[in-house]
């Protein structure tokens, strides 16, 4: 009792981060308006206190203490529909995610910080479609990250790591068709929002090579732990409508780990420039959950480029990774992945910047946009008058934050 209370002060104290149509998977691109300004990039390349989460052993670089806080507007467009038929648009359409860091040099060798993120989520709302249109389907998966960064340097060498305690709740419901001749026919399928914590870490190491003298020269590394979730009678829920004969049983368990994941990357600054390249692998495959609805690993690629002046920096950037969404042999899943969950963005352009108003406060903003994938998977098998469904899923977002150092 005590946890649910708990589950909803959280929810109501951040209750603008509505869900999150999130690009790699469901995963946000990049954490923080610097980050999504260059691509993602953020494992090799130090951006303020919102590197706490992203790789702590970059908090390193603070001199002294230095606040974030900011969000995300995101307007996705999803549109969906069985081919040979109408094509549906969500109305989950805009969203807001916020984010606040704060890190502290403790002392020569020691800094900490604490802060709450935003960092994965996706759903989509049909219930407003005519006739029965996408089964009136409404998904919302909304993850949030709490965590205090705490990192060691010594000379070039910095070393951090972020104890995390994610909240999550997730809610599917549906509209099943009980005679196709009469739309008013159907059961209600759903039991509303069920919600959970889970806990993990994200490791982190960098060096500067400036006293080996390449100046400007910062490699990082990093690891994220699986954070498990148990969404109880969701997705049990969901898909008992769907155990159909002739087919394997679906996944009748509750549990949804956002995946483990490794990265790397590096950066080079001169005075008036910084390029910034990051790599990391998303292990779907060895998610629970995920992993029973076919999704596949990802490969991520962020490359990302900076030109700042005296009060002021531009920003732009490139970051690709395929989608984890793939065609499956069991048309079931193919139709919950696209219709529920179409985590389908691939490549995402983005462009940034920052203004220095004074010594001590400095303004962010970042733009991100994503073009329109669109995936068809068959459905043949299932009770619908389709063989086919298919998704068009495109995304804008406008990130700010406003960053405070004394």
């Not at 935003?118 to 965590?147: E, R, W, Y």
């Amino acid at each position: 009792m005590q946890r649910k209370t708990l589950g909803r002060i959280i929810a109501l104290s951040l209750i603008t981060a509505t869900t999150i149509h999130a690009t790699n998977g469901d995963n946000l691109i990049g954490i923080g308006a610097k980050s999504r300004g260059m691509g993602g990039t953020s494992i090799g390349v130090y951006h303020g206190a919102e590197s706490g989460l992203n790789n702590p052993s970059l908090i390193t670089h603070i001199e002294g203490t230095e606040i974030s806080f900011g969000g995300t507007l995101f307007l996705p467009d999803i549109s969906s529909g069985f081919v040979g038929g109408p094509s549906h648009t969500s109305d989950a359409d805009v969203n807001t995610i916020p984010e606040v860091s704060i890190a502290h040099q403790i002392s020569e060798h020691w800094y900490t910080g604490i802060g709450i993120w935003g960092t994965a989520g996706m759903g989509v709302d049909f219930s407003k479609a005519p006739n029965l249109g996408n089964v009136n389907m409404v998904t919302n998966l909304q993850l949030i990250q709490f965590g205090s960064p705490i990192a060691y340097k010594y000379g070039g060498l910095s070393v951090g790591v972020t104890p995390i305690v994610q909240y999550g709740n997730l809610d599917i419901n549906y509209h099943l068709p009980t005679d196709p001749t009469d739309p008013t026919q159907f059961a209600n399928i759903g039991g509303g929002i069920t919600q959970d914590f889970g806990v993990g870490y994200n490791v982190g190491i960098s060096y500067d090579f400036t006293a080996q003298g390449f100046k400007g020269l910062l490699i990082g590394a990093t690891y994220k732990s699986k954070l498990e979730m148990n969404f109880d009678g969701t997705f049990k829920t969901a898909t008992t409508p769907f155990q159909m004969p002739g087919f394997p049983d679906l996944y009748d368990g509750d549990a949804l780990e956002q995946p483990a994941e490794f990265g790397i990357g590096f950066s080079y600054s001169t005075e008036h420039h910084t390029i910034a390249f990051d790599y990391k692998n998303i292990k779907w495959s060895d998610a629970q959950g995920y992993s029973a609805f076919g999704w596949e690993d990802q490969d991520v690629f962020a490359v990302g480029y900076e030109y700042r002046q005296d009060n002021w920096a531009a920003r732009i950037g490139y970051n690709h990774a395929s989608s984890a969404v793939v065609e499956l042999q069991d048309p079931r899943l193919n139709f919950f992945n696209l219709l529920g969950f179409p985590a389908t963005a691939e490549t995402h352009y983005t462009v940034g910047g920052t203004y220095t108003l004074t010594d001590k406060f400095s303004v962010d903003l970042a733009y991100v946009y994503q073009p329109t994938t669109t995936k068809t998977f068959s459905i043949a098998g299932l009770p619908f008058p389709a063989q086919q469904f298919s998704v068009d899923h495109q995304e804008q977002s406008y990130s700010f934050q406003f960053n405070y150092k004394f």
